[in-house]
């Protein structure tokens, strides 16, 4: 959380010398933050992206150019995103997906963990922590609910280093 995965995203789609025509943007349906139509980042970055609520909804939008898959916040697909992208790995599209690795009690996150194997690369990218500014690899939920998935920002959640990630998790679990 506020590491800058999205914004990573969205600069590699930028930074690709594909034509829009040959890459594809997609993000999940209940990530309902900003804008419905575009990935965002916290810092206002924005690309066009569809919004999707199963993985296998991602084969048609899959054109017959597509070379590039982008995929945002891939932690909230089910288990079945794995199968999608090895497939899509296979027919020779690059997949690039960013998202959270562990939840709020620091657990592994959705299929991030399974995805990390399949991956020919992997960035891990660190936020700030809230409290002290030190390097935050911790997800700190702010408010009570024990929900897994609580779509939010600054509003439900910080970045908080090993420390006061610890100090803010004692009594709630």
């Known amino acids: 959380m506020f590491a800058g995965k999205t914004t ?7 930074e690709s010398t594909l034509d ?6 997609v993000k999940p349906l209940l990530d309902n933050r900003y804008s419905a139509n575009k990935i965002n980042s916290h810092g206002g970055l924005q690309i066009l ?30 288990p079945y995103i794995i199968e999608v992208i090895g497939e899509l790995m296979m027919d020779g599209i690059r ?11 620091n657990r592994d996150f959705g299929s991030m963990k399974a995805l990390k194997k399949l ?18 690899h911790h997800t700190f939920r702010t408010s009570d609910s ?22 803010g998790m004692v009594g709630r679990v």
Request: proline residues 1%.
């Open 8 to 14: 990573r995203l969205i600069g590699l789609y930028n």
């Open 20 to 25: 829009i025509n040959e890459k594809i943007v």
């Open 49 to 78: 992206g569809h919004r999707i609520s199963k993985a296998e909804e991602l084969f048609p939008l899959i054109q017959t150019s597509t070379k590039e898959c982008y995929i945002d916040e891939v932690q909230f697909f089910s």
């Open 95 to 105: 997949v690039i997906a960013s998202g959270l690795d562990k939840d709020y009690l």
């Open 119 to 136: 991956a020919n690369q992997h960035v891990e990218l660190a936020a700030k922590c809230a409290v002290c500014q030190k390097e935050a």
């Open 146 to 167: 024990e929900d897994l998935v609580l779509v939010g920002h600054n509003d439900a959640y910080q970045a908080r280093c090993t420390t006061h990630w610890n100090e």
